[in-house]
């Protein structure tokens, strides 16, 4: 069946442009994570949605990042005013328990 | 907080067994996952303990002790296709915090022929 999906495969923009990230997890998995990961680093948790609870938004590093998910299933992840440190590959990923988690390919993120 | 410790690389040999081990320190740990991760690719879900003990599963095993807050991941017969980065997760207990993953550097293991 189809995996999470995530667009755009890559993103290069300006700093201080407003991004959209996308991601379409796995039809029927409650959970969905954000998480991204910077050249050579291990992966940086961002944010979790759990069916209808409040999402933990812990991960987040700053008030320019956001994320919503709609009607339980897609996800976008919003970053404003972006920042060069903000390049990353930006990974999602969507979990049926909240155990194993299924990641997409990623969008990778370069702000010039 | 926590606190995820793991060698940063490793080489063996093609048929070999090579053991990575994590150390870790989480408040309300729940489990500890294992992810594999090939360069320039997602990762991809390897074992989850939550048991003190070792779980074998083809190839892979992995171990988890609790008390002293370590797990190994141990591969055996090594093919080159081991290639990859392997990624230690404790997960944290409870509420909205269930399955929310801190993954450690990770080890990025090289098998030569």
């Known amino acids: 069946g189809a995996g999470v999906s995530q667009s755009p495969s890559n993103k290069v923009t300006e700093k201080g442009k407003d991004v959209e990230l996308r991601c379409d997890p796995i039809s029927g998995h409650t959970a969905l994570y954000w998480y991204r990961q910077s050249l050579g680093q291990g992966l940086e948790f961002l944010i979790y949605?759990?069916?209808?609870?409040?999402?933990?938004k812990s991960g987040l590093p700053s008030d320019r990042f956001s994320a919503e998910r709609t009607g339980g299933s897609v996800s976008t992840l919003t970053i404003q005013r972006t920042q060069q440190e903000d390049s990353a590959v930006y990974l999602c990923a969507s979990s049926p328990t909240g155990r194993e988690q299924f990641f997409g390919p990623g969008t990778r993120l370069t702000v010039l | 907080g926590q606190n995820i410790d793991q060698p940063t690389e490793m080489t063996a040999t093609e048929g070999a067994i090579v053991q990575i081990n994590c150390t870790y320190q989480?408040?309300?740990?729940?489990?500890l996952f294992w992810y594999q991760q090939h360069a320039g690719e997602a990762p991809t879900f390897l074992s989850y303990n939550v048991l003190d003990g070792l779980e074998e599963k083809g190839r892979f095993s992995s171990f988890l002790s609790r008390s002293k807050g370590y797990s190994y991941l141990l591969l055996k017969e090594l093919q080159m296709k081991d290639s990859a980065s392997y990624l230690c997760a404790p997960s944290k207990a409870g509420g909205t915090s269930y399955g929310k993953l801190t993954f450690g550097q990770g080890t990025i293991l090289t098998v030569h022929p």
């Open positions: 949605f759990q069916g209808n609870s409040a999402p933990d």
């Open positions: 989480t408040s309300g740990f729940n489990g």
